[in-house]
């Protein structure tokens, strides 16, 4: 697979290289240009619209930023080309910081008109600052000087491909590192990241400035490829462009964006020639007829389940032979085209590529992500950081948590010994989530205090008291689900990487090592919770029980002194209980305090060696299981006729 691939790019490379020796027409030598510069700004959109699942509407914004920052230092400023390129991509990053403010306020459609509004403002500032941007009228930036002659298209051509080259070079090693996983994480679930101690504020900051300093390339390519920009240029069709080209192309993926810019500039010439068109349109039949004919032979598809689109694609033909003069319906094609391609392929046509290719291998995983051996039990576990066995781990003391007039929690105090388990029992409601919610610091409590190793953690952040070691599980399981099972764990081990920008984008040795390392360390955690087989499983893909199995891997991933347990047994077969038993009387015998919050008493009672009882938010009992069984309270208030449960 490796060596295809190679051979592929290789030969891919070369064919671009002469491209313009062997086709040395000035009209093709710059649409590739275009599609270049275009590649380089969908590389970062794919940042913000694939990797951390949020919609901008904002690039064709940063886009004039970078090109009027290129040609105004250029121009104006009459700096050479080699700073005004830097000078666009920082420019523009700090642009990127000013949107990524409402992006930690707001997501999904309330974001996209916030990014929609930033386009439009920049626009209407580039408008109206004459002084600066020659308003309306444009600005005409000449190619820059190479040596004695000033830069022909050709010229530019080497130098796009090359800072192409660059930009893929410096994305795709990012994203495939911890950084990348951070930004993935966002998307699956923002809570979980923060308690990872990944935290979320700054990976969405780093995700907007880097995909904000890749527009900002691209625009100042693009001023000096166009020798003339405008702001009409960089209006919200535009934004709407670019974020097609991510979907038609396909999300996370650099073939993606290099397959989406090359769709929405080539496409628009394409259509505005009738033959050309009528080709395209009999070449697109044969092949969509060719997989059909094969879904149908050999796969479970019916000839009624691909109706619809036989029907669509016929109409089609039809259409495309019936019409006289193309020019005039050229908008209305191309946006046929895209719902087309967006109904039937969601995750764009790379991704549905890789769908085939996983349908046909589906043992077939990417070559890096494959770990040949792991048999090295002493990256399992690190011992905690903190706290002997015995003595007090995490004091809370006095926690009231007040939403409007219902108090969750009354005047509740809990203290947990390093090393021993901790049952939290108590009725539905009676705030157990909402104790675990304030210790982990999703919640700031109303009163109360809580000191965690000595160390008051009141008021810290999420990611920073998941980063002294505390680490947990959710109720409602909140797994990275586009992300595998290892990759879930590796999130988790986030902290445990000491490297610069540089190590990741050059690949040094220290990364590689540490990378390595990491990858063990996950597959071990992850062979502990008895899936050692389902490394390469998007997790939400796995079954309900094993997907809670997966958080407890991640967790451990921390290295807690402290590991709260939401309901580990909700969703996990009776018959693989003392399995997870098991686990958790191991989990202690590596040093490792437990709160247990279950309702399943044989569990509670078995491996608890301190339970409390809540009711209505407030403690109402606290010893030993024997003693918690016995306590009329808690028998009134919760176990009922189910007191005689005998510890195991
Ligand atoms: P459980 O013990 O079942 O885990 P919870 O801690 O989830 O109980 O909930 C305790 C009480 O607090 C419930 O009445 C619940 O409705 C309320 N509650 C929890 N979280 C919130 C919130 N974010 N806003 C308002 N009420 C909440
Ligand atoms: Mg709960």
Known sequence: MKITRLVFSGLLLLGLALFPLLLP?????????????????????????????????????????????????????????????????????????????????????????????????????????????????????????????????????????????????????????????????????????????????????????????????????????????????????????????????????????????????????????????????????????????????????????????????????????????????????????????????????????????????????????????HGDAANVWSAPSCGAGGEPLLEASGIVMQFGGLKALNEVDLQVAAGRIHGLIGPNGSGKSTMMNVLTGIYTPTQGDISFAGQSIGGCTSSHIALRGVARTFQNVQLFGEMTAIENVMVGLTHTYELTLIDVVLRTGRYRRQEHEARVSAANLLDFVGLGDMHNEEARHLPYGKQRLLEIARALALSPSLLLLDEPAAGIPPADLPELTAMIRKIREHGIAVVLIEHHMDLVMGVCDRISVLDFGQKIAEGAAGEIQSDPRVIAAYLGGEATAQPA
Not at 74 to 99: D, H, K, M
Not at 166 to 179: D, G, N, Q, R
């Open 25 to 373: 027409n000035p009209y093709y030598i710059h649409l590739l240009v275009v599609i270049g510069i275009y590649a380089i700004l969908l590389f970062g959109l794919d940042i913000v619209v694939g990797y951390t699942g949020e919609i901008s509407l904002g690039h064709a914004g940063l886009f004039g930023i970078g090109a009027y920052t290129a040609g105004i230092v250029f121009t104006t400023v009459g700096a050479p080309f080699w700073l005004a390129l830097p000078a666009a991509i920082a420019v523009t990053a700090a642009f990127g910081a000013v949107l990524a403010m409402p992006a930690l306020r707001v997501t999904g459609p309330y974001l996209a008109m916030v990014t929609l509004a930033f386009g439009t403002i920049v626009q209407i500032l580039i408008n109206e600052m004459d002084f600066l941007t020659r308003g309306p009228q444009g600005l005409q930036v000449l190619k820059p000087m190479l040596l004695e002659h000033r830069m022909t298209v050709v010229d530019f051509y080497y130098f796009t491909l090359a800072s192409v080259l660059l930009a893929l070079l410096v994305v795709h090693h990012t994203l495939k590192s911890y950084i990348g996983r951070s930004f993935e994480a966002l998307r699956g679930s923002p809570v979980a990241c923060d308690c990872m101690g990944v935290s979320v504020y700054r990976s969405k900051v780093l995700a907007f400035v880097m995909s904000a300093g890749f527009a900002g390339l691209a625009g100042g390519l693009y001023a000096f490829s166009e020798e003339y920009i405008a702001p009409s240029s960089f209006n919200f069709e535009l934004a709407i462009l670019f974020l097609l080209a991510v979907t038609l192309g396909g999300r996370k993926t650099r073939s993606g964006s290099v397959l989406g810019a090359a769709i929405v500039v080539l496409l628009p010439n394409l259509l505005s020639d009738i033959d050309l068109f009528r080709q395209l349109t009999v070449l697109i039949a044969c092949l969509v007829a060719i997989g059909a004919g094969y879904a149908v032979l050999r796969t479970r598809t019916t000839l009624r389940q691909l109706t619809v689109p036989l029907v669509a694609l016929a109409v089609f033909v039809i259409f495309a032979f019936t019409l006289e003069d193309i020019a005039e319906h050229r908008l209305s094609i191309f946006g046929l085209l895209i719902l087309g391609v967006v109904y039937y392929l969601p995750d764009g046509i790379v991704g549905y590529l890789r769908a085939l290719v996983k349908r046909f291998r589906p043992q077939w995983v990417p070559a890096h992500e494959t770990i040949a051996e």
